[in-house]
């Protein structure tokens, strides 16, 4: 009876030893770094003194994420992607009246903190950098003298802008849905000079509404 007992010990001994590895090793991947791929619709627009004469342009982001798990709740998550800006401005003065747009194409890194509120609903929010690598400008005026296309010079803009950026999303297992507001804080124009005169163009900063779908690859 008493090599019975122990027999008995022992095997429920190594049942929990073989046992323990698989729960540890289910806990670690549930707190596994992930990475995949993320892009969605942006809604863009250029905030300036006159808010009423800007409009919104629709375009694009995508790119890859990082998620470092800290908590089951608490995450950091570095992403890069490529995303479009820009805005539709109105103007007018005392010579030209017309309609400027700005398609601007921008190299970006936020650096987000994910906060899960629930299993599957989080908040995010930190600072982001971009780099504008490429746009166009078009200018349609009620002179014709100044109608225009053309690739913009980026040296005449500032290349380097940051931000802050905050949103939500909804995790589907693999899938993440959500929308994120991108709040520049940096001018998109340089100040220039024309005849003793200082003038910025476009005197404004980026602002970005994006919704997007991201799936993880690990």
């Known amino acids: 009876m008493k090599n019975l007992k122990i027999a008995a010990f022992l095997t429920v001994l190594m049942l929990l030893c073989s046992m323990a590895p698989g729960k540890s090793q289910e806990s670690r991947d549930g707190l596994s770094p992930r990475f995949g791929l993320k892009g969605g619709v942006n809604f863009s627009n250029l905030y300036t003194n006159d808010r009423s004469s800007a409009k919104m342009l629709a375009g694009f982001n995508v790119g890859v994420f990082g998620k470092i798990f800290i908590t089951e709740h608490l995450a950091i998550q570095p992403e890069?992607?490529?995303?479009?800006?820009?805005?539709?401005?109105?103007?007018?003065?005392?010579?030209?009246?017309?309609?400027?747009?700005y398609h601007l194409n921008y190299l970006e890194l936020p650096l987000l903190v994910v906060i899960n509120i629930t299993r599957n609903f989080n908040i995010h929010l930190g600072p982001y950098a971009s780099y504008m690598i490429s746009g166009v400008v078009t200018n349609e005026s009620n002179v014709n003298l100044f109608n225009f296309e053309q690739n913009i010079d980026t040296n005449d803009y500032n290349k380097f802008e940051a931000g802050l950026a905050l949103g939500a999303g909804i995790d589907l297992g693999p899938f993440s849905l959500g929308a994120r507001y991108n709040y520049g804080l940096t001018n998109v124009g340089k100040e220039r000079t024309f005849l003793g005169i200082a003038y910025t163009v476009p005197d404004a900063s980026n602002r970005v509404l994006n919704i997007y779908v991201s799936v993880s690859l690990n």
Do not use: H, I, M
């Not at 992607?81 to 400027?100: I, P, R, W």
């Open 80 to 101: 890069f992607y490529f995303t479009t800006k820009g805005a539709e401005v109105t103007y007018n003065s005392l010579f030209v009246d017309g309609t400027a747009r």
